[in-house]
């Protein structure tokens, strides 16, 4: 006569079954993909922009999973999850193109942690090559080095300093957005407008006249509608300001910002969602 089964073996054997429903369900989400690319080949069509990725809603979608998560399962195990369920969503629609400093590994752990095995990376060995790449659309985007006071490349002066036709790189997310090990900070840059979420920072440029205070720029922003500057990094006449929310192009506050003493020129180098603390 067989034994009975064990508890082990039965608790296994629930295991099993859930992860055939969890295959079910991918699959099922798979088929829904590919109504989402007829619906965005319809807007292509009819002109609309249609973004590879979408990080305001990505990061929405990782908030509402933390919020309503009660289990014992690790939080940061559950998010990266979900990371790779978007890469490969986004996989099944093109191959994503992200490139990343050559010779900083921090950097290409996160771009691989926030874009997933999905995507296919390439090593550029400038950040002026990325801009090249992201302006004439080689690739669908950038990991960077966080903005740093005390960082000597400064590679984001060059968004201030360059010409910014439709189309020039924006900072659309911030990396990591969850902690998971990786180390350091790091922005990514697109091509594609910045996505809007429930709690985002914007990233305003600043060039200065040599020797000019950065004290009136704080005052007009205290003055407006937007929280206190977040983070403020200034690298010789370039100045990097994250404040409380986005900003369009032609927003009231940079038009104000460009009349003060002192200012040579303001723009929006774009934003990116808090990250979840």
């Known amino acids: 006569m067989s034994s009975p089964p064990s508890d082990l073996a ?3 054997a629930e295991i099993d079954k859930f992860d055939q429903e969890i ?3 991918l699959s099922k989400r798979a088929k829904v993909v590919y109504g989402v690319m007829r619906a ?6 009819a002109g609309e922009a249609t973004p590879p990725f979408r990080p305001g809603r990505e990061a929405e979608v990782l908030r509402g999973l933390v919020s309503r998560h009660t289990s014992e399962f690790p939080v940061a195990s559950l998010l990266q999850i979900w990371r790779e369920i978007v890469s490969g969503a986004t996989r099944m629609q093109a191959v994503q193109q992200i490139a990343v400093l050559a010779g900083d590994e921090a950097l290409g752990t996160l ?3 926030h874009f997933g095995v999905g995507a296919e990376y390439s090593a550029i060995s400038t950040p002026a090559e990325a801009m090249t790449q992201l302006t004439a659309m080689h690739i669908a985007a950038a990991v960077m080095p966080m903005a740093n006071a005390g960082d000597n490349r400064q590679w984001w002066c060059s968004l201030i300093t360059e010409e910014t036709p439709e189309g ?3 900072v659309v997310a911030r990396l ?5 090990g990786a180390s350091g900070q790091a922005v990514v840059l697109s091509p594609f407008p910045t996505d809007p979420s429930s709690d985002d920072r914007g990233i305003i440029g600043l060039t200065m006249t040599a020797g000019a205070s950065l004290a ?4 007009c922003l205290t003055g407006s509608d937007l929280p206190p500057v977040a983070e403020a990094i200034q690298a010789g006449q370039h100045v990097w300001l994250e404040v409380g929310h986005l900003l369009p192009g032609d927003d009231s506050v940079l038009s104000a910002l460009n009349a003060l003493p002192g200012v040579e020129r303001a723009m929006v180098l774009g934003g990116y969602a808090v990250p979840l603390a």
Do not use: G, Q
């Not at 965005?40 to 069509?45: D, L, M, Q, S």
């Open 168 to 170: 020039a790189p924006k």
């Open 40 to 45: 965005k080949a319809a807007a292509t069509a």
């Open 23 to 25: 295959h079910d369900l």
């Open 10 to 12: 039965n608790r296994r």
């Open 111 to 113: 771009a691989r942690d």
């Open 176 to 180: 990591p957005f969850f902690e998971a």
């Open 216 to 219: 009136p720029v704080i005052s």
